[in-house]
């Protein structure tokens, strides 16, 4: 498994993400609303000038799957 920085993700990534955390979401709070793709996008893509975030992936070298956020 390989861990990647993600400094500015592309839509590929955001994508990915999305579908890693809605995955989640799914298994462990299945009564809840899933988050939207433009709501993951605002998250990843949004910025505070307070605040400084690292976002990292897992990924599967073999096939380039992202396996966890």
Do not use: K, N, Y
Request: charged share 20%.
């Amino acid at each position: 498994m390989d861990i990647i920085a993600v400094d500015h993700p592309t839509e590929a990534q955001i994508r990915s993400w999305h579908a890693v955390v809605a995955g989640a979401l799914r298994h462990d709070q299945p009564e809840e609303p899933l988050p939207t793709l433009r709501q993951t996008t605002g998250f990843l893509t949004g910025s505070q000038l307070s605040s400084r975030r690292l976002l990292w992936t897992a990924v599967d070298p073999a096939d380039g799957t992202t396996v966890g956020v």
